[in-house]
């Protein structure tokens, strides 16, 4: 009796075993296609799905080249690209510009940021490093990014150092961006300075050398009022002054004193005077 219900249990288990492969080769019929098919990215190593990732274009659609793919784009058979704070642009339209032996073929098949601000055009000068660039500076370099968004074709991101591997802007990107938004603001308030203390009218001859003088238009600026000129400095620690129309009222202003000071032989009250002091 017992021996019988042995045999049942082998013979089920059996059926269960062919029925269960049989199931599985359908499955495997029906996956396979979609993953040979649907998803070419994919491989199939020691029956495991390995996934491959996609390293030329990322999830907003930029393509993403690494510095030997962009290397290749430097005739114009294949092209002419160029990386400026690691963006990637076609100049090919520009080859009078940057073909071969042409003045700024230098600047293709790399990011050469550096040198659109300084000019040095030698292997050192093309670096994409600009942190010895004042703010000032940087903010030039993003409107020549701006001038390239305009004048030739976005192709995508330089991998490096202003763009991770996934195309998203690294630490020292968003460094940069920071200190052109803080170049901006300093435009800003010397904006607002020129209004208060216009620039002065200046002239230079052999004989009587530089001359500064204030005019109800001195600077470009139309106003009621004439002023004085006067040495103008950033701020008190500042070395670096400009000349500037500054109006009796505000000589002894506190908030004044200390960035204003008077070039040397010049009457206290004149309207125009010749110095020997830089300007």
């Given amino acids: 009796m017992l021996s019988k219900y042995i045999w049942i249990i082998l013979f089920t288990s059996t059926l269960y075993v062919l029925y269960s492969n049989d199931k599985l080769t359908c499955i495997e019929k029906y996956i396979k296609p979609y993953y040979t098919n649907v998803r070419p990215n994919t491989i199939e190593t020691a029956d495991v799905l390995t996934v491959v990732p996609e390293n030329t274009r990322n999830k907003k659609g930029d393509d993403l080249y690494d510095l030997s793919a962009l290397k290749k784009y430097v005739n114009l058979e294949d092209g002419l690209y160029l990386a400026i704070l690691g963006q990637v642009f076609d100049v090919t339209s520009g080859a009078k510009h940057y073909g071969p032996n042409k003045s700024y073929h230098a600047f293709t098949g790399l990011d050469g940021s550096a040198a659109f601000i300084t000019g040095d055009f030698t292997d050192t000068g093309l670096s994409d490093d600009v942190s010895s660039l004042t703010d000032k500076q940087i903010l030039s370099l993003l409107e020549w990014v701006e001038f390239y968004k305009k004048t ?128």
């Fill in 152 to 279: 030739y074709l976005y192709k995508g991101k330089l991998i490096g150092r202003y763009y991770d591997k996934w195309g998203n802007p690294t630490a020292e990107n968003l460094i940069v961006e920071h200190r052109a938004l803080s170049a901006k603001e300093k435009n800003i308030i010397e904006e607002k300075k020129k209004v208060k203390f216009p620039p002065c009218n200046v002239e230079w001859s052999p004989e009587t050398g530089t001359r500064v003088w204030c005019s109800k238009n001195s600077g470009g600026i139309s106003r009621d009022w004439i002023g004085v000129p006067r040495m103008l400095y950033d701020n008190i620690e500042s070395k670096q002054h400009r000349c500037a129309c500054i109006p009796f009222e505000s000589l002894n202003d506190q908030e004044n004193r200390e960035i204003i000071q008077s070039y040397g032989g010049c009457i206290e009250d004149a309207i125009s005077c010749n110095i020997t002091q830089d300007l």
